[in-house]
């Protein structure tokens, strides 16, 4: 200690000694500096396994969102285009959703989300985007039915847009073909004419788009072509409806 405040060179000494003590004191402090860099590595791994979690999950729920937007959008459109639909009529109309299709393979039929406290009516016509989708045929309270324009069983007077020529067409159980009824072998009907409701029994309003003709046959020994028509309603595909009021006389 006396020689240490008396005289400089023991600095020297200290120096040399702290040259070979500092490994000796790094390797002491190795194990906690180990622990402690392991702990804030295992640390901050956990933290980006969490983040990384959290932000796999906030994409799948984007991607749900993006799906819905998808629905959402496909269906503003088809409204948008129904409602399109209507003006040209000047018609009352109230819309529709379909919620079921009658499994019968024998029947083409579907339940709507519409019945008697809507003033839905049995005979009622409905419309899609595109065309005459069919008729009402049963009322409840909340929801009714309605027979396709394909079913079998199904009739609708109409006519020849482009000549006036009144017939009837009828349901095959194809859903993508309709026939004229009695149309004479003479009659002026070509491929591609549009065919309307004639507003002929009182049924359908005239003037709805119902089918378009695809195919004309005429046999020789028949009184009647053989006339068929592709439905111009989207019958397969279409969920949003309009069902249309008559207009009463004034």
């Given amino acids: 200690m006396a020689l240490d405040a008396r005289y400089t060179q023991v600095d020297y000494v200290r120096q040399t000694l702290s040259y070979l003590i500092s ?6 402090s190795l194990p906690t500096d180990m622990v402690e860099w392991s702990s804030r590595t295992f640390a901050e791994r956990d933290e980006l396994i969490e983040d990384n979690r959290s932000l796999n999950n906030e994409v799948l729920v984007l991607k749900q969102q993006a799906q819905r937007l998808a629905v ?3 269906e503003n459109e088809r409204l948008r285009r129904l409602l399109d639909a209507t003006p040209r009529f000047d018609a009352d109309y109230l819309t529709a959703e379909m919620l079921s299709v009658d499994p019968d393979p024998f029947t083409h039929q579907v339940i709507v989300n519409r019945g008697a406290q809507d003033g839905v009516y049995v005979g009622q016509a409905v419309l899609d985007a595109t065309g005459l989708f069919g008729q009402v045929i049963q ?3 909340l929801t009714s039915r309605v027979l396709m324009v ?3 069983n199904h009739a609708v007077p109409v006519q020849v847009n482009r000549t006036g020529m009144r017939s009837i067409v009828v349901g095959t159980g194809d859903m993508n073909v309709l026939e004229l009824e009695f149309v004479p072998n003479t009659a002026d009907v070509r491929i591609g004419d549009l065919l309307i409701t004639s507003g002929l029994a009182g049924r359908f309003p ?3 788009p ?6 004309i046959e005429y046999d020789t020994g028949e009184p009647f072509a053989t006339i ?4 111009l309603a989207e019958l397969s595909r279409s969920r ?4 249309i009021f008559k207009r009463e006389p004034q």
């Fill in 23 to 28: 490994p000796v004191q790094s390797l002491i």
């Fill in 72 to 74: 959402l959008e496909a």
């Fill in 139 to 141: 009322v409840n309270s």
């Fill in 150 to 152: 394909a079913d079998a």
């Fill in 206 to 208: 005239e003037g709805y």
């Fill in 210 to 215: 119902v089918a378009e003709v695809q195919a």
């Fill in 228 to 231: 068929r028509a592709r439905p």
């Fill in 240 to 243: 949003n409806l309009l069902l």
